[in-house]
Nanobody, 127 residues
């Protein structure tokens, strides 16, 4: 089923920007709401953003509102997370997965095809 591949992470200074990409090789992602999840060191994954199938609805955690923007490519193959004004507390591994739009929680029902997390992509924000 869905085997997510995340990319685009890196090391940036405080206030910098990164653009993360999420894709499932061989599949389109426009059948599901897709979101990004942040796992800070030693902590559980937390949903930070979620975009609807058609991109008409979006939601984000309060901690990233105004800084992170979720989008899809026109072909429905990739979901992006534009991260601006990065802060040290944004440091961690970022994963993408199906999401509940209003709670930002993981959707791991059989209907979504989710079986496991991808490898994630590391974001490190230094001062």
């Amino acid at each position: 089923h869905l085997q997510f591949v995340e990319s685009g992470g890196g090391v940036v200074q405080n206030g910098g920007s990164l653009r993360l990409s999420c894709a499932v090789p061989g599949f389109d992602l426009d059948n599901y709401a897709i979101g990004w999840f942040h796992q800070a060191p030693g902590k559980e994954r937390k949903g930070v953003s979620c975009i609807s199938r058609t991109s008409d609805l979006k939601n984000a955690a309060d901690s990233v509102k105004g800084r992170f923007t979720l989008s899809r490519d026109n072909a429905g193959k990739t979901v992006y997370l534009q991260m601006n004004s990065l802060k040290p507390e944004d440091t961690g591994v970022y994963y993408c997965a199906p999401c509940w739009l209003h709670t930002l929680a993981l959707v791991d029902t059989p209907q979504t095809g989710f079986r496991s997390w991808g490898q994630g992509t590391q974001v490190t924000v230094s001062s």
